[in-house]
Structure formats: structure tokens, C-alpha cells
T-cell receptor
Framework: DTGVSQDPRHKITKRGQNVTFRCDPISEHNRLYWYRQTLGQGPEFLTYFQNEAQLEKSRLLSDRFSAERPKGSFSTLEIQRTEQGDSAMYLC?????????????FGPGTRLTVL | QKEVEQNSGPLSVPEGAIASLNCTYSDRGSQSFFWYRQYSGKSPELIMFIYSNGDKEDGRFTAQLNKASQYVSLLIRDSQPSDSATYLCAVIDSSYKLIFGSGTRLLVRP
């Protein structure tokens, strides 16, 4: 049983560069979520997909952020023109839609450092 | 603004003791509640969820929910040094996203 996977695990970039992260959810899970976590805080919701449809985006998700989930499988999160304030752990989670209370299982995260 | 509040700690307990972690939430409509454990530098790991008033036990862990008072707690019996971590409380909102507290750091002293 494979869990949620994320790639890369660490990313160091210079301010102004674009970065893209990938998330592969648990195979039978229809819902996929992106969260962001900074030191000393709990994860904050960014966006969520049910299958390929992006159903909600947080106001934290500025125009520089875009997420996709083509074909309802893996998802990508792109940040354009990165800023130092984007430095954080980016977490992906997935959950089933049927027979559950929406338990969300997290991947290992991608730690982004913007220099 | 929906909020989840936790004491940041650290909560320090001796090995073998019961650790009690508490969480309050503001949205009376919240239905499902989750406890995650997070080791330093790692991602959150689901420990338990609860949706009915009362207690739910799983091994050394017991989650307690009181919807009238809007609080959720997690008890860890026979605490071990390996339980030292940050414990995150979260509630599901109506659009299925998790609203997290900032976490309580637990230290179990050998």
C-alpha cells in the first residue's frame, strides 16, 4: 500500500524563479488537497480537487500560484516569480469520497527555500 | 473566521504518565475532528478522528469530544519518549478542508 508521494522533497530557488511541485495521491482517493505550513504554525489550506475539478481555492493562493490535476490523478502546484515569503513546507493530502469521514492522509511534503 | 485553538506548550510529562492535549473550536457546525502527530521536519500523521460526543479509544490514545462545550481532547496513556512531537488538532469544514490549530508540543521525559 503506497501512501501519498511528493516530489521534490526539497527545493532551493532564487527569488523570481518559477517552481513546480508534484503530488501523487493514494490511488483510490478522489480528493486531493494542497496545504502550506510555516514554522510554528499548523498547515493552511491552499486548494482542493475532486477528481480533475478544482473546487476551492484559498485567498492565500495569489495569482502567482496555480494548481492542476489533469485526468484526476497526480497534481502539480506551480509558483511563479517566487518571493522569500513563499518559503514553507508544501503539503499534499488525499482522501476518499465514499465510506469515510474525509480522513486526509499527508505526503512527506516539499520544503521550499527561496533565497 | 473559523478557528481552532491549542496551547502551544511545551507540555512536559514523565515517561509512563498520561498526557492530556486540548483543543477548542469556534464553528458549532463542525462535524468531524482529527488529531495529527507531527515530528520535527516531518509531515502530519493521522492518529485519530472522532465525530460523536464522548470517548473513542485506540490503543494508548483516547479522543474525547464535547460538542456543547466545543472542545476536543487527546489523552495519551503510558507516554513514551517516542511520543514527543507536536500534536495538531483539526476540524473539517463544510467544504471538506481541514482547519488546523497551531499545535501543542509534547515532551516526554525519560
Amino acid at each position: 500500500d503506497t501512501g501519498v508521494s511528493q516530489d521534490p522533497r526539497h527545493k532551493i530557488t532564487k527569488r523570481g524563479q518559477n517552481v513546480t511541485f508534484r503530488c501523487d495521491p493514494i490511488s483510490e482517493h478522489n480528493r486531493l488537497y494542497w496545504y502550506r505550513q510555516t514554522l510554528g504554525q499548523g498547515p493552511e489550506f491552499l486548494t482542493y480537487f475532486q477528481n480533475e475539478a478544482q473546487l476551492e481555492k484559498s485567498r492565500l493562493l495569489s495569482d502567482r500560484f496555480s494548481a492542476e490535476r489533469p485526468k484526476g490523478s497526480f497534481s502539480t502546484l506551480e509558483i511563479q516569480r517566487t518571493e522569500q515569503g513563499d518559503s514553507a513546507m508544501y503539503l499534499c493530502a488525499s482522501s476518499p469520497t465514499s465510506g469515510s469521514y474525509n480522513e486526509q492522509f499527508f505526503g512527506p511534503g516539499t520544503r521550499l527555500t527561496v533565497l | 473566521q473559523k478557528e481552532v485553538e491549542q496551547n502551544s506548550g511545551p507540555l512536559s510529562v514523565p515517561e509512563g504518565a498520561i498526557a492530556s492535549l486540548n483543543c477548542t473550536y469556534s464553528d458549532r457546525g463542525s462535524q468531524s475532528f482529527f488529531w495529527y502527530r507531527q515530528y520535527s521536519g516531518k509531515s502530519p500523521e493521522l492518529i485519530m478522528f472522532i465525530y460523536s460526543n464522548g470517548d473513542k479509544e485506540d490503543g494508548r490514545f483516547t479522543a474525547q469530544l464535547n460538542k456543547a462545550s466545543q472542545y476536543v481532547s487527546l489523552l495519551i496513556r503510558d507516554s513514551q519518549p517516542s511520543d514527543s512531537a507536536t500534536y495538531l488538532c483539526a476540524v473539517i469544514d463544510s467544504s471538506y478542508k481541514l482547519i488546523f490549530g497551531s499545535g501543542t508540543r509534547l515532551l516526554v521525559r525519560p
